[in-house]
């Protein structure tokens, strides 16, 4: 993918050469792909045939929107001819009718190109880990980051993404003061960025007697996972600690040393995982968790030395910004990023965050375009 992050920089970087040049540029590039994945010996390098497969996909969406410009164009060509001739009178109408039917078109096909040309964050395919942590509001807040967890759980199941909890620990009250859980699907991570921040409530808590609102909050973090060539992870360097699982599981579970701990050495980081009856299954689970964790510190390292990426205020992926508070009282969200407030809450905890999610996309599309229209 990283071939055509820089593949695409230059030509916006060419800001001389011709909209039709670039997308010739882009069907010259196609071209080789479409060889290059076919050649065994890129086909045995995994790494570089995951990379390239992506930048086909990419790039076969330009190389449509090129045939249709080029239609488009050669019709208003064609219908401009036309007219200046002048002898045939049907023609002349029919060209007309052409004409001003294209030129309606141009304009839209136009900044769906400029927006296609522009570098895609090559992690939004990736598939995510999700950990949900009670912040500030005692149990009250153990029970919020539950209802988080369910809904986004709910989310999931409506987009047909497969999900899995890695590790849980279970608030006193109900809820969890944290829970992990693994999203698989397409686009996954550009879909769920969006969500990472910190998430605030107001309501009377459920452990509240004289009917008091009060504000609790929990923090959400959306790690895109990374694959084993990604992240190598050296295993001299992590220690295992194996342990009985807690919670519910069944005397199977809570007393064979199946619970996984890993402790890696050079950063302090401390990933758990109990889900699964086989030690095995979660030491895989846990080392990917930490293989994601180490990924996103180098991902942060990236976007710190990104102006352009810290100028985004919806995606910057900042654990301590406020990002959203549903208020029950009022039966409202606000997503304060986009000044964005729906009185649509108990849709909104049952899942139905999709509007919430596109118009995020809108407002980080819009910022795109505005950018791209100053190289253009």
């Known amino acids: 993918m990283g071939t055509w992050i820089n593949f695409v920089n230059l ?7 011709s909209m039709l040049d670039k997308l010739n540029i882009v069907k010259q590039r196609f071209d080789e792909v479409s060889d290059l994945i076919i050649q065994p010996d890129v086909i045995a390098d995994q790494k ?6 992506k930048e086909y996909k990419d790039l076969k969406e330009l190389v449509e929107k090129r045939d249709t410009y080029i239609t488009l164009t050669e019709n208003i060509a064609e219908a401009e001819e036309i007219i200046a001739d002048g002898s045939d009178a049907e023609m002349v109408e029919m060209a007309k009718m052409q004409l001003e039917e ?3 078109q141009l304009p839209a096909l136009e900044e769906e190109i400029k927006y296609l ?4 964050d090559p992690e939004d395919g990736k598939n995510v880990v999700m950990e949900i942590r009670a912040g500030t509001g005692g149990d009250e807040a153990s029970i919020f980051a539950g209802d988080l967890q369910r809904m986004y759980q709910k989310y999931c199941d409506s987009k047909g993404w497969n999900t899995s909890i890695m590790d849980f620990n279970e608030g006193t009250s109900g809820g969890f003061k944290e829970i992990i859980m693994e999203v698989n699907g397409e686009d996954v991570y ?3 960025k969006f969500e990472a ?8 808590p459920q452990t509240e007697t004289q009917g008091r609102v009060h504000t609790s909050a929990a923090t959400v973090i959306v790690l895109p996972e990374a694959e084993e060539f990604d992240v190598e992870l050296d295993m001299s360097e992590v220690r295992i600690e194996r342990t009985t699982s807690t919670g519910p599981g069944g005397q199977s579970v809570n007393t064979t040393y199946s619970a996984i701990k890993l402790h890696h050495e050079p950063t302090g980081m401390i990933v758990s995982c109990q889900d ?3 030690s095995h299954k979660n030491l895989e689970k846990a080392k990917k968790v930490l293989r994601s964790r180490l990924y996103e510190r180098e991902l942060e390292k990236k976007m710190a030395a990104d102006s352009a990426k810290r100028k985004s205020m919806v995606s910057s992926g900042d654990r301590s910004a406020k990002v959203r508070t549903y208020n029950y009282p009022q039966g409202r969200v606000t997503d304060h990023r986009i000044g964005l407030t729906l009185y649509d809450l108990q849709n909104i905890v049952n899942g139905d965050i999709q509007k919430i999610i596109d118009e995020l996309m809108l407002a980080e599309n819009t910022e795109k375009l505005k950018e791209a229209n100053e190289i253009f």
């Open 48 to 53: 570089r045939y995951v990379g390239l497969t």
């Open 190 to 192: 550009g879909t769920l």
């Open 117 to 120: 040309l522009i570098p895609k």
């Open 197 to 204: 921040g910190v998430h605030r409530v107001q309501r009377v």
């Open 102 to 104: 294209a030129k309606e």
């Open 11 to 17: 030509l916006a970087l060419i800001s001389f050469v």
């Open 276 to 278: 699964q009856k086989s």
